[in-house]
Nanobody, 127 residues
Framework: LRLVESGGGWVQPGGSLRLSCIASGFTTETYAIAWFRQVPGKEREAVSCISNGGNNIFYTDSVKGRFTISRDSAANTVHLQLNSLEPEDTAVYSC?????????????????????WGQGTQVTVSS
């Protein structure tokens, strides 16, 4: 069971990035996915999550209206579209899988429920 993130990089304030999380070894739609981010010296923060079927989605308040999570079940991939980026969004972004889902057909914005983690991808927003 493996998660691999891609799509991070450097962008100016107001710019956009698209992060991808490719899952391998999981059966399609048997896992919820969450994106977390962490800045050195601070606790890891849940950013967004999507349920195994894609019907339930949550965002932390600071990214609502700017970030969009989506799921391509055929490709076993979850995307996180980051728009209107701000310097405060600078962090290492990691995806994590809750498999099987702790609660069916939903996702939980709490780190301890996620068993599988990717290596992370750096997002830097600066001018």
């Amino acid at each position: 069971l493996r998660l691999v993130e891609s799509g991070g990089g450097w962008v100016q304030p107001g710019g956009s990035l698209r992060l991808s999380c490719i899952a391998s070894g999981f059966t399609t739609e048997t896992y919820a996915i969450a994106w977390f981010r962490q800045v050195p010296g601070k606790e890891r923060e849940a950013v967004s999550c999507i349920s195994n079927g894609g019907n339930n989605i949550f965002y932390t308040d600071s990214v609502k209206g700017r970030f969009t999570i989506s799921r391509d079940s055929a490709a076993n991939t979850v995307h996180l579209q980051l728009n209107s980026l701000e310097p405060e969004d600078t962090a290492v972004y990691s995806c994590a899988a809750d498999s099987p889902p702790t609660i069916a057909n939903t996702c939980i914005m709490i780190e301890k429920y996620y068993d599988y983690w990717g290596q992370g991808t750096q997002v830097t927003v600066s001018s």
